[in-house]
């Protein structure tokens, strides 16, 4: 088994998380994205197709 699928056990902040790229909200593991977690880039179509930085980030700082 799987390190995500042994360390889940019904626990959801077991599983692992990573930061949008275009707006930097954290994204959960989903099953869906199991095969291609590491290309996973973007929390939505939304924001594959802005491809941009965190504009609160950049914007303000």
Do not use: D
């Not at 088994?1 to 949008?20: E, I, Q, V």
């Not at 099953?31 to 980030?57: D, F, I, L, M």
């Amino acid at each position: 088994m799987s390190a995500a699928t042994t360390g889940f056990r019904g626990n959801k902040a077991a599983l692992p998380s990573k930061p949008c790229l275009a707006c930097g909200r954290a994204m959960s593991w989903r099953k869906h994205w199991a095969k291609n977690w590491a290309e996973v880039r973007y929390c939505s179509a939304a924001c594959r197709q802005r491809k941009t930085g965190p504009a609160s980030h950049s914007a303000h700082g």
